[in-house]
């Protein structure tokens, strides 16, 4: 180019266009339409996002899960007797299809053979189509024949093969038509090769093996196992009573080591309160009201909350009126009881013990305020020397995790109030989010386009029915009727989908309906009728194309909407069982406990947030490409 | 699909089409309490294969209309064929069914619209729109439907037409357009041809080649063409038979020289003085109401004693003779031998009915052998 520089722009004539000379080949439509959305900044980084979300919806399962990638059963002289994958056994037919169809959609995608990449695209999508419908037609099915209880029907190996191959055959029979290739052999090879081998996974998935994470860990400590993890080594569902709420960017050991400390302190805590609740009060050397005593517990446990500035416990005892010699002994009562903890932690069980006797020994010396008084104070003590074996126990037991690898795993987004891993469950709600969006959308635009294009073709009253309809759909609120139907109809995801695409479909069929009315005037529709093409070729080949933009960007923010939606029915807890959801995870914000637990509200939050502004985004961006307000006159 | 064995036998002296007092009306679907409007009333015309039939008259007057009518085309509701027949082969067209008609489309009868910008999709390339037309309605492979599409482009003089079936709408020029809109129309191998308008948005050299090229085509291919045009130089230029048109009837049928040397109608009459001549030089172009409205131009037919007075809505006082039905005012009456002009139907206008318009005349350069 830079020889190029200093002469005038090269030119050529109309004639010489004629000629063929400088002639590029255009850009068929879709594909102009993707370049001019995708060379837009904000469109760009939406796609990234939902790029990000869409890779994770295919690939959760195995970059965050309980279950080692591969296993290694040890005998007891270290012979390995069996190794397998026991995160491939419990993959689901869905997973595996997704898994396969992500890795080669990508691979057949991007390989350099002379094939478009619109048909490329189509077969990718055609497959999906496919797999898709027999997936959902088999569970629809086996939900329908046999419900969820594990029937001797159910588990007859004749029943499985002839559910899921026949489902096969029907699928591919009704959808053989499909324009995959253009010959229609090759058409019906693909069609059955995609069904057939979906029929196959899901008749051998039939019933996923249920593996517990748990025993795989167990096994390795027990050197039974040698495990390779995952890279999140987190199933959404496992936890243990000790990562109840654990903060971000903490170890396994870590919670152990928490509970453990917590335990000591705990003990240490319970000592304290039960001497200064049980002192007799004396108004000259030692007055009890709730500051001295709040001030004496916070002396005895340690936990003096010294800030800079403010004075320390013992400072504001002295001047509340506490005598220096009752200073004197809380302090060095507060000493002995530090001493014990530090034994603990040190599992020096002598040493504590020594520490605790001296507790009893130092607090002898305050005056109990009666008999129960006596006695409560006496308890106590008896407790700190009685409980030393126990703590030392969680002490040790955390120190044994901290030296394993299971030790060194990390929380890195935290646990929820129930234990479980927040950054592998905001993984596997990927797959939610995406197919909610996409799914219950699809459907919409489908219903949309179909009734809109109908409307607005023919006019007349079929309009009028049409457009009756349309209304009656729209006075139904969407949220309220998916809380009724999470009452009433089963509560999974493809219910829910298919309310939320039955439902929204008013908005795209209006669109259609409004740009068909301009279009059926057309003259290249006329010129349709004229070279008497079918309707549904003029409808939907001819006219649709020219009029689906509004619809697409539209269904941009609707797929928002969706994502919406189910987060707020999670947040509700009316979202669908046994699936990881990012509202669900917002509603335990506060959870159970009724702490608030921050990152549980941030890190969810965030995603949904992001996903939906990168919809939007990505929506306002494609209107703006197309908008012929802002693109200049192409014919 | 195709009726192949009919192609070959296209007899040019059998009409391709006879549209028989045919009537369209369309309802006001904002007010349906108004009366319906009859954009054609009782038109009768004929095409032979080799010839040309221009349709002229102004807008509204019931042309297209017409033209659609044979194809089906005119919207219904609102419209609605009133009465009337439109023979295709001998076949009433107007009653076919949805699917005989669709058959008939582009295979049989193909139109071309005037307004090339508007008329092809912009969505898709030329080559997807023509091939899906062969593919429809012709028993061909794909790779074949290609051939007869560069066939087709090559045939209405698209340089490079294999490069240029993969280019969009939007990288033609409005007379490439057409010539595409021509292509796709021609290569289905159609008997008959509805041009409306086909050169109105062109410029004049353009005009000249593709009416040549419609010519050619015609030569070659035995095509009958019905010319739907506002421009006499084009009718003068290339068709064979002149239907004049007003107010949805026929005002003026006769073949081209005729009509231009001697026009019998003072509608037609009005059309001529108003087009402005190089040589003349005039303050101001005489108008067709300045025409119409004179009585002096009633009374020139043969038989005007006999009440033969040229039909006209509302003609200036005293030429409107009595009528035999005060419904039925206008009537279609030979003159001449040849000659058809509208006229009032007078008791013996009525007593006297004449064949019904049917020229087989073709300019020297399209004549066939009787």
């Known amino acids: ?635 | 699909m195709s009726n192949s064995q009919n192609d070959q036998v296209l007899d040019p002296n059998v009409p391709l089409l006879e549209v028989r007092d045919l009537a369209v009306s369309f309802s006001n679907p904002s007010a349906p309490t108004s009366p319906r409007v009859q954009a054609v009333a009782g038109v009768n015309m004929t095409v032979y294969p080799r010839q040309t039939l221009a349709v002229v008259g102004e807008s509204g007057c019931g042309k297209s209309v017409t033209a659609m009518s044979t194809m089906q085309l005119v919207p219904r509701p609102p419209g609605r064929f009133d009465r009337g027949k439109a023979l295709f082969r001998g076949e009433n067209v107007l009653e076919f069914d949805e699917k005989r008609i669709r058959a008939l489309r582009g295979n049989d009868i193909a139109m071309i619209f005037q307004e090339p910008m508007t008329s092809l999709n912009p969505v898709y390339s030329i080559g997807d729109q023509i091939v899906e037309a062969i593919l429809l309605h012709q028993n061909v492979e794909a790779e074949e439907a290609v051939e007869i599409a560069v066939k087709a482009m090559d045939d209405v003089g698209i340089p490079d037409p294999r490069q240029r079936l993969k280019a969009y709408p939007h990288q033609f020029s409005g007379g490439m357009r057409q010539r595409v809109m021509i292509a796709m129309a021609l290569a289905c191998q159609p008997k008959l041809l509805l041009a409306d308008e086909p050169t109105t948005a062109l410029d004049v050299t353009i005009q000249a080649q593709i009416l040549e090229l419609l010519r050619d085509l015609q030569r070659t291919k035995n095509m009958g063409i019905m010319l739907i045009t506002h421009n006499l130089g084009v009718v003068a230029e290339n068709a064979d038979v002149v239907c004049v048109m007003f107010a949805g009837r026929v005002v003026e049928y006769a073949n081209v020289f005729d009509l231009f040397d001697n026009p019998l109608h003072p509608y037609t009459r009005g059309l001529f003085q108003s087009i402005p001549m190089l040589r003349d030089i005039k303050h101001r172009l005489t108008t067709v109401e300045e025409v119409v409205e004179n009585p002096a131009e009633y009374v020139k037919l043969n038989g005007f004693e006999k009440g033969i007075v040229p039909w006209w809505p509302d003609p200036p006082k005293g030429v409107k003779p009595e009528l035999a039905d005060p419904d039925e005012e206008h009537v279609l009456h030979e003159i001449e031998p040849n000659r058809w002009v509208g006229v009032f139907r007078s008791e013996h206008a009525a007593s006297h009915p004449s064949r019904v318009p049917d020229l087989k005349y073709r300019r020297p350069d399209l004549q066939v052998e009787e």
Not at chain 1, 39 to 48: C, D, F, K, T
Not at chain 1, 191 to 213: E, K, S
Not at chain 1, 294 to 317: H, K, Y
Not at chain 1, 386 to 397: L, N, P
């Open chain 1, 1 to 635: 180019m830079s020889s190029s520089e200093s002469t005038t722009e090269k030119t050529i004539s109309g004639i010489d266009v004629m000629r063929g000379v400088g002639v590029e080949r255009a850009r068929p439509f879709w594909a102009d339409a993707w370049h001019r959305v995708v060379i837009r900044r904000g469109a760009q980084l939406g796609l990234i996002w939902i790029g990000i979300i869409g890779f994770f919806a295919i690939f959760a399962p195995v970059i965050a899960n309980g279950l080692p990638l591969w296993t290694r059963e040890l005998s007891a002289d270290g012979q390995v007797i069996a190794s397998y994958s026991p995160l491939f056994e419990s993959l689901t037919p869905t997973d595996i299809l997704l898994l396969l169809g992500g890795v080669l959609g990508t691979i057949l995608f991007f390989l350099p053979i002379p094939m478009g990449k619109q048909h490329r695209l189509g077969l990718i999508s055609a497959a999906a189509l496919l797999s898709g419908t027999i997936v959902v037609s088999v569970a629809t099915l086996r939900y329908l024949l046999v419900g969820d209880e594990v029937t001797a029907l159910s588990q007859t190996v004749g029943f499985k093969w002839f559910l899921t191959l026949g489902t096969s055959l029907v699928v591919a029979l009704l959808l053989f038509w499909l324009p995959t290739f253009r010959p229609i052999w090759g058409r019906i090879v693909f069609t059955l090769l995609i069904c057939l081998f979906t029929g196959f996974v899901a008749a051998d998935r039939w019933t996923a093996p249920v593996l517990n994470p748990e025993r795989f860990i167990r096994g390795q400590e027990d050197g039974a196992f040698e495990n390779t993890f995952t890279l999140v080594p987190w199933s959404p569902t496992q936890s243990r009573p000790v990562f109840y709420s654990r903060e971000p960017a903490r170890t396994a050991a870590d919670a152990y080591r928490l509970v453990a400390e917590n335990r000591v302190q705990d003990g240490v805590a319970f000592y304290a309160r039960a001497i200064v609740f049980n002192l007799k009060p004396d108004a000259d050397s030692l007055p009890l009201n709730k500051g001295t005593r709040a001030d004496l517990v916070q002396l005895l446990t340690g936990d003096s909350g010294d800030v800079a500035g403010e004075e320390s416990c013992s400072v504001r005892l002295a001047s509340a009126g506490v005598s220096m010699e009752n200073i004197a002994i809380f302090e060095d009562l507060a000493e002995f009881l530090s001493d014990y903890s530090k034994a603990i932690v040190a599992l020096d069980p002598e040493l504590a013990v020594t520490a605790a006797e001296n507790v009893v020994l130092v607090s002898d010396e305050l005056v109990p305020s009666g008999r129960n008084g006596r006695i409560t104070i006496a308890d106590a003590g008896a407790e700190l020397e009685d409980k030393i074996a126990e703590r030392i126990e969680y002490v040790s037991q955390a120190e044994a995790v901290a030296s394993t690898n299971y030790g060194q795993r990390d929380f890195i987004l935290g646990t929820d109030p129930i234990g479980r891993d927040v950054l592998s469950q905001m993984l596997h709600a990927c797959r939610l989010s995406i197919s909610i969006g996409l799914v219950s959308t699809g459907l919409s635009v489908l219903i949309g386009v179909i009734v809109g294009s109908l409307m607005g073709y023919f006019g007349g009253w079929v309009d009028l029915v049409l457009s009756r309809i349309v209304e009656i759909f729209m006075a139904v609120p969407v949220l309220f009727l998916l809380i009724v139907a999470a009452s009433v109809l089963p509560r999974n995801t493809y219910v829910m989908m298919v309310i939320i695409g039955c439902v929204t479909w008013t908005g795209s069929a209006r669109f259609i309906r409004a740009e068909f009315l301009k279009l059926r005037n057309q003259d290249f529709v006329q010129s349709c009728r004229a070279v008497g093409l079918p309707l549904h070729s003029t409808l939907f080949r001819h006219m649709l194309p020219n009029g689906v933009t509004p619809v697409l960007v539209q269904a941009s923010f609707g797929v928002a909407a969706a994502i919406i939606a189910e987060a707020t029915l999670s947040y509700l807890g009316l979202g669908p069982y046994g699936q990881s959801s990012w509202g669900k995870l917002l509603s335990l914000t506060t959870g159970e406990t009724g702490i608030f637990l921050w990152w549980m509200a941030v890190f969810p939050g965030v995603a949904i947030f992001l996903t939906v502004l990168a919809y939007n985004v990505l929506g306002e961006n494609f209107r703006d490409a197309i908008d012929p307000k802002m693109r200049k006159a192409a014919h």
